[in-house]
């Protein structure tokens, strides 16, 4: 069906969302935007909506929000409609600057009631009953997890549902908690929740990130399904023969005729999108295609996937060196270091919210089944922050002692600032050994290949005078402890050796190793 044609449909489905309008006074016909149409009416548990820049998907389930509302069953002792949602994004900026604008733009406070902007910032809309119709009492709370603060709320919530803005930015687990949140407000003295469930929006990620997963691979099915909704791109490949065709990024587009929500951009919108983007650029938030875009400023610019990405063997004869993160997403990046000097990356271990013991037991397996003659060699070390020699409050024993328990040999490297693990992690990247570079990165660590890419990043802070500028410090991510796994194992490899001493063996600079309650290598 052509866009003419459905703008002039008047079936049923046109006629019941001006329904659900007329209550609340808003213009929420969303029959043009067919995957959105679709998507709002669907009751699964658990709903996603991808879709380019512009596609109005923010609009839409901020919209969501107050369609639920209207549809709860009224109390039967004062007939009014009660619901609690819960609207989430990463971090409070994001939420202030786009999730709270949108909002506000759909229910300005003038027309539905002042907000409480402290923590955690709150809309109470509240519509009156008129004749027979009953009134609504919706209370919406905006939380920003990037605040410890909101995700202790969060844990502590009882809501009808909740929408989560951008969901390629946070963790699964975030969705998970707040599957167990929905479905606990109102109380069935007050008409119960006969409807409840969790919904969200993103533009596209790549192809290793869980809502793909969910997505396309391995689907939730059964009685609470959770389904996964994609617009059309706005933009398609295209031949130069294309009539009206673009060039940008070295390739030809065109102009979606499918791309949703196009009458309410300004004319040429996804024309002028293309300027001055990479491809990659182009297919995500243009195309809406599932693909790693670069954020930020790059770690470590110095890393060239498409050269330093190969497919690399374990060397049995040669000695392991395996550069571990701490934390609830530990990470342990694996190199062996060639006789010429070059650095092989040969396999990588990244979990999502598990405790170093537990990690450890994985770590464990994996040497075991990957590495058999280096263990028989005792030829396996461990390297981490020198912050994991601190004692434990309660146990007084160290992340190093967890992991001695387990016949590791784990060590701390000889320091925990940040320039020093960048640097040496760069000086492999920067040699050239017999015409190859002093890094190869196996292409099945897919994780810390990203990472390298830009994943882990400094984060872009304003513009001015004409030059970019970034964060001091990077951005902590999924991409960040990899990252930093990565930086353990160059330091504890030897490159701390090379970085640290000029070229008549003289110290260039002080090293640094964290205060430790006692010696960790006896």
Known sequence: MSRLERSKDRSPRRRKVKGAAALTGLNLDFSESPTVWRFLNDNSFVRGLMGPVGSGKTYACLAEVLLRAV??????????????????????????????????????????????????ITHHIKLPQRGDTPGVDCEVIFLALDQPRDVRKLLSLELTGGFVDEARELPKAVVDGLTSRVGRFPTKQHGGCPWRGVWMSTNP?????????????????????????????????????HEGAVFAANAFWRMNPDAENVNNLPVGYYEQQLAGKTTDWINCYAGAKYVYVQDGKP????????????????????????????????????????????????????????????????????????????????????????????????????????????????????????????????????????????????????????????????????????????????????????????????????????????????????????????????
């Open 299 to 522: 770690v470590w610019h110095e890393f060239s996937d498409s050269l330093m990405s190969t497919d690399v063997e374990i060397e049995k004869d040669r000695p392991v060196h395996i550069g571990l993160d701490f934390g609830l997403t530990p990470a342990a990046v694996f190199g062996q270091r060639m006789a010429n000097g070059r650095w092989h990356i040969v396999h990588e271990l990244v979990a999502f919210d598990m405790g170093l013991e537990r990690f450890a037991l994985n770590l464990k397996a994996d040497i075991e089944t990957k590495f058999v003659d280096q263990v028989n060699r005792n030829d396996i070390f461990i390297w981490g922050d020198p912050a994991g020699g601190k004692r434990d409050e309660i146990f007084e024993v160290t992340a190093f002692d967890h992991l001695r328990t387990h016949g590791f040999n784990a060590r701390p490297t000889q320091s925990n600032d940040f320039m020093v693990r960048r640097e040496a992690g760069a000086m492999p990247m920067n040699r050239l050994i017999d015409g190859r570079p002093g890094l190869l990165v196996s292409k099945d660590c897919q994780r810390t290949r990203k990472s390298l890419s830009g994943g882990y990043h400094f984060k872009r802070v304003a513009m001015g005078g004409g030059q970019e500028r970034f964060r001091e410090v990077p951005n902590k991510n999924e991409h960040s402890h990899v990252g930093d796994a990565y930086g353990y194992l160059m330091l504890g490899g030897g490159e701390h050796r090379l970085l640290t001493r000029n070229h008549n063996g003289k110290q260039m600079f002080k090293q640094m190793r964290a205060t430790l309650d006692f010696d960790v290598f006896t």
């Open 205 to 241: 990620m790549d192809s290793d990130h869980w809502w793909h997963g969910l997505a396309e691979k391995t689907p939730i099915h059964g009685r609470y399904p959770w389904k996964f909704y994609k617009q059309p791109g706005g933009v398609l490949d295209a031949t130069k023969e």
């Open 71 to 120: 549809k709860q069953p009224a109390s039967p002792i004062d007939n009014v409609r009660y619901s609690r949602f819960a609207v989430i994004r990463n971090s409070y900026p994001e939420l202030r600057t786009t999730t709270l604008k949108t909002w506000q733009e759909i229910f300005p406070e003038n027309v539905w009631g002042t907000m409480r902007w402290s923590p955690p």
